[in-house]
């Protein structure tokens, strides 16, 4: 195996390895929800999850541009730093790191005490039975005192991936995925003789696990990166040259971050409207659909990481080797995953719920798992390796154009199925054109980013040194 394959199988198996818990996560709580017993059933109550977690994302993803900025900025200072090493401690990486950890906290307060008018205001726009609603601001109102956590793990995340450091980023995941399942599970059913929280204890687990990850990744920080600290000033974060680049490139990725609000706000705010039990199997497909990406991104954190470290480097050819490899990679990974969706796509879904009529509903909407491999390996590899080179105009269009894809397959579909067609856009069709909807902003991404990137590739940066450096890879 060549060099640089060990090192993007070191990157991305760790990263793998902690996504494999992601929609353990997802799956775990719609599994606690679609057992408990109570007014409306288990759809009442996996729809109350999923409203409620739109809820929060509506928020949260549009700060994942934390995560993005910082692992790009930071996989690119760290290239900068090997390339340029004297033997001086480097305090580059951790002005990134401080940077990004001092607006998460400005922001974390805000949200907190925004709290309650955002609650009424993301009502206005999420539909849902009065069941389902009452259940989501219940999980809303848990899950809220998170906050601080999970946008400094935002942070961290990207941090150590820029640091070429996978295997810390995966316990943060580990720590947080699987205390989450823990702790919900515990809280929720209950242990031994005593019966449990019921509902409310599936986001008090969450809020626990997140401090948990917080609180680990501040310990390893302090022991593994003590000597990225050596000479650093908080000021220096702030100077007005680092600022500058930082505003721009977050501006960017937060036009993105909004696309994906809107989208992914689109898809469950649909669903809502067809009742609970369309919302249910819209939920259920969502979480079964990410199993895969959760996969592939563990290759598309390894084209951030090599790619940013590489252009910091000033190797161009081997930032073009890294995007060749990882794809081949990648591809490889969605070949594997189009049979397990085939032969396994039914046994997943009896996993996620119980309840006979759900099951029955969801079986319908199986047949799309298939195609989400060959279509989304691309665009979630081309967004790691986009991110790692910091080409954020190129990203935030790309999404842009999907965001316009999704509602235009949506709204366009919808009036020519009715008024073309003669077919009522209902139950079991409304979510077949939900679902065609969303394939379409992933195809879209897929193009545009494939056709930019020859013309990013251009301006990636060079040195006369490359080819002894690249050889000793």
């Not at 937060?254 to 669903?271: D, E």
């Not at 249910?280 to 895969?292: D, E, H, T, V, Y």
């Not at 490889?332 to 969706?341: D, E, L, P, S």
């Amino acid at each position: 195996m060549k060099p640089l394959d060990k090192e993007i199988l070191r990157l991305a198996i760790p990263s793998i390895l902690a996504n494999i818990t992601v929609p353990l996560v997802g799956m775990v709580d719609t599994a606690i929800a679609g057992h408990l017993h109570g007014s409306g059933g288990s759809a009442a109550f996996i729809g109350g999850i999923s409203i409620g977690a739109l809820m929060l994302n509506l928020l949260y993803w549009n700060f994942f541009f934390l995560r993005a900025s910082t692992g790009g900025l930071t996989a690119q200072a760290f290239g900068r730093k090997a390339l340029n090493s004297t033997g001086e401690p480097s305090s580059e990486c951790a002005a990134i790191l401080a940077r990004g950890l001092s607006i998460t906290l400005i922001m974390a307060v805000l949200i907190l005490a925004l709290q309650w008018p955002y609650s009424r205001l993301a009502l206005l726009v999420v539909d849902g039975s009065p069941t389902a609603i009452e259940l989501a601001l219940k999980y809303f109102f848990i899950r809220i005192w998170a906050a601080p956590a999970t946008l400094s793990l935002m942070v961290f995340r990207g941090w150590f991936v820029g640091m070429q450091d996978s295997k810390s980023s995966m316990w943060v995941d580990l720590i947080v995925n699987v205390g989450n399942i823990v702790f919900s599970l515990i809280l929720s059913l209950g242990i031994g003789g005593w019966s449990g929280m019921g509902f409310t204890g599936i986001p008090t687990g969450t809020v626990i696990a997140q401090y948990c990850g917080m609180l680990y990744s501040i310990v390893r920080c302090g022991s593994k990166y003590r000597s990225e600290f050596q000479g650093f000033r908080l000021r220096e974060s702030f100077s007005k040259d680092s600022l500058r680049s930082f505003v721009t490139l977050n501006a960017d990725l937060f036009v993105r971050s909004l696309s994906f609000t809107g989208i992914y706000m689109g898809f469950t705010m649909i669903a809502a409207h067809y009742g609970d039990l369309m919302l249910a199997c819209a939920s259920i497909m969502m979480n079964l659909l990410m199993i895969f990406s959760y996969f592939t991104d563990g290759f598309a954190y390894a084209g951030q990481a090599l790619t940013g470290r590489f252009i910091g480097e000033r190797q161009a050819m081997m930032v073009r080797f890294s995007v060749h490899r990882v794809f081949v990679w990648s591809m490889a990974v969605a070949i594997v995953w189009v049979g397990i969706y085939a032969l396994a796509g039914t046994p997943l879904l009896n996993i996620m719920t119980d309840d006979s009529s759900v099951r029955q509903a969801c079986s319908a909407f199986l047949p799309w798992l298939i195609i989400m491999p060959p279509l989304g390996c691309a665009a979630f590899t081309w967004d790691g390796i986009y991110i790692g080179a910091t080409a954020s105009k190129d990203i935030r269009n790309a999404m842009l154009g999907a965001l316009a894809s999704f509602l235009a397959i949506w709204f366009i579909g919808k009036s020519l199925l009715a008024n073309v067609a003669g077919i009522k856009v209902e139950g079991t069709t409304a979510i077949h054109l939900l679902l065609a909807a969303y394939f379409a902003h992933i195809i879209f991404r897929t193009i545009y980013l494939s056709i930019r990137y020859r013309h990013i590739a251009r301006n990636f940066p060079s040195s006369r040194s490359e080819l002894p450096q690249t050889e000793s890879q």
